[in-house]
C-alpha cells in the first residue's frame, strides 16, 4: 500500500513570488509520481509526471518538481507564480507493479497567490 | 481530441434513492476509473475499468458499483444513498499500461438531502 503526504494545507504567497508546494510518500514497491492542479468547480488537469529517468521534471506553466528517492519526496516548485496559479494541488502516487491505473492522492495544498 | 466528458454535472437526490452518473472516455483510452472526492476524505479511489472488466476496487461498500461497455463508457451507480454519499464525483481515463497516467473529466457534483 501506499500513502501520500502533503506537508502543508495552505501556502499564500505573493505575485512573481517562488513557491514550493511539498509532498512525502510512502510505499513497499516502487511507484510514479504526479502532481495534478484543480481550479474551482472544476477536475484535475495534470501537471507533471515522473515515471524514470531524470529526478528533474518539468511540467505545464513554468511548474518543475525534483524526485528525491532517498527522502521519497517530489516536491513542486515554481520560480514566479501569477495570480492565475491560485488553485488546488495534488500530489498522486501509482504503484508501478499492480497492473491498472489506480492512484493514492495527498490532501491537497491550496495555493493562494496575493497580488 | 475531446476530453473526459461526465454527466450529468450537478445531481440532487434524497437519501434512499439511488443514482447512476456517466463517464466517455478520450477516445482510444479502455481503461476508466472513479473516484470520489470529499472535504473531510479528500480524493479516494473507487474502482477501475478495462475492457468491460473491473480491474481494481477500492475500499468502498457495495452500494456503489459499476459497469463498463464496449465502447468503453462507464457508469457507476450508488443504491441507497447515505448523506454521506455527497461528493464530487470524479471520472479519469487512461491508455492501457500507460503507467497511471489518467486524465479527469470535470466530475459529477451529487447532494444528497
Known amino acids: 500500500a501506499q500513502s501520500v503526504t502533503q506537508l502543508d494545507s495552505q501556502v499564500p504567497v505573493f505575485e512573481e513570488a517562488p513557491v514550493e508546494l511539498r509532498c512525502n510518500y510512502s510505499s513497499s514497491v516502487s511507484v510514479y509520481l504526479f502532481w495534478y492542479v484543480q481550479y474551482p468547480n472544476q477536475g484535475l488537469q495534470l501537471l507533471l509526471k515522473y515515471l524514470s529517468g531524470s529526478t528533474l521534471v518539468k511540467g505545464i506553466n513554468g511548474f518543475e518538481a525534483e524526485f528525491n528517492k532517498s527522502q521519497t519526496s517530489f516536491h513542486l516548485r515554481k520560480p514566479s507564480v501569477h495570480i492565475s496559479d491560485t488553485a488546488e494541488y495534488f500530489c498522486?502516487?501509482?504503484?508501478?507493479?499492480?497492473?491498472?491505473?489506480?492512484?493514492?492522492f495527498g490532501e491537497g495544498t491550496q495555493l493562494t497567490v496575493n497580488p | 481530441k475531446a476530453g473526459v466528458t461526465q454527466t450529468p454535472r450537478y445531481l440532487i437526490k434524497t437519501r434512499g434513492q439511488q443514482v447512476t452518473l456517466s463517464c466517455s472516455p478520450i477516445?482510444?483510452?479502455?481503461?476508466v476509473s472513479w473516484y470520489q472526492q470529499t472535504p473531510g476524505q479528500g480524493l479516494q479511489f473507487l474502482f477501475e475499468y478495462f475492457s468491460e472488466t473491473q480491474r481494481n476496487k477500492g475500499n468502498f461498500p457495495g452500494r456503489f458499483s459499476g459497469r463498463q461497455f464496449s465502447n468503453s463508457r462507464s457508469e457507476m451507480n450508488v443504491s441507497t444513498l447515505e448523506l454521506g454519499d455527497s461528493a464530487l464525483y470524479l471520472c479519469?481515463?487512461?491508455?492501457?499500461?500507460?503507467?497511471?497516467?489518467?486524465?479527469f473529466g470535470p466530475g459529477t457534483r451529487l447532494l444528497v438531502l
Open positions: 479519469a481515463s487512461s491508455l492501457a499500461g500507460a503507467y497511471g497516467t489518467q486524465y
Open positions: 498522486a502516487v501509482s504503484d508501478q507493479e499492480t497492473s491498472g491505473s489506480r492512484l493514492t
Open positions: 477516445s482510444g483510452h479502455r481503461s
